[in-house]
């Protein structure tokens, strides 16, 4: 038995049946229509990527393997001239987000950042989740922050900031570093309070920031009432 609850615009698609599980937009869809078999291509591709940085051409589908962590792998997939960001969750990590769990804890955390007020943090661009009984899938838009997570971000920040200019003495440009460093902190520590009484693992490397757009984005989050 499914249950499908049809969307209102920019809303998600849900689907659940005994053992698979479905989630997505609509506008996700119609790219994916065209392509025949995209999943079954997508893990062809992923099965000869080993080592961060390495890439796979499929004709119309590119794929780059980011890194590992938990059981999970992190992929920048481009279909044609778009580009997503995709998680792939293994079933021996049952206790973990990724996928069904991880879009539709997404859809929640956006309703409750916009009753808050808070326009400098936002969930990333949610495309797909998808549990297939043996992997957790999920997708969302790229964005080149993704590639580093806010604990980097944090721990290099030094790196990060902007040079002193040739005018300027040092003592100044330490003292607007620590303004940047805690405001950036301060944001962190916000986020932790709204979100954690809801959600596991509101956490740095869950997140990623953007120097130009100054905004914190959240790619991973688990909704304590959402069954992994």
Not at 126 to 135: A, R, S, T
Not at 148 to 158: I, S, T, V
Request: proline share 3%.
């Amino acid at each position: 038995m499914t249950l499908e609850l049809k969307p209102k615009s920019g809303e998600l698609v849900v689907k659940e049946g005994r053992k698979r599980r479905l989630a997505y937009t609509p506008e996700f869809k119609e790219l994916l229509v065209p392509k025949e078999h995209v999943f079954k291509k997508f893990n062809k591709l992923r099965t000869g990527l080993k080592n961060k940085g390495e890439k796979r051409d499929g004709g119309d589908m590119e794929l780059e393997l980011l890194g590992h962590a938990f059981a999970t792998d992190y992929y920048k997939l481009k279909i044609n001239d778009k580009s997503f960001f995709v998680k792939v969750t293994g079933k021996t990590n049952e206790a973990s987000g990724g996928g069904f769990r991880e879009i539709v804890s997404m859809k929640k955390a956006r309703r409750i950042l916009e009753k808050e007020g808070i326009d400098w943090a936002e969930v990333v661009s949610y495309k797909l989740g998808y549990d297939d009984g043996k992997n957790k899938y999920f997708v969302s838009e790229w964005r080149d922050c993704l590639q580093k997570n806010l604990m980097q971000y944090l721990e290099r920040l030094g790196e990060n900031f902007r040079s002193p200019t040739p005018e300027e003495s040092t003592e100044n440009w330490l003292s607007e570093f620590e303004r940047y460093r805690f405001a950036l902190e301060d944001k962190y520590r916000k986020l932790k309070k709204v979100l954690s009484g809801q959600f596991h693992d509101v956490l740095a490397y869950n997140m990623s920031y953007d120097p130009e757009s100054k905004k914190i984005y959240i790619f991973d989050l688990k909704d304590k009432q959402v069954k992994a």
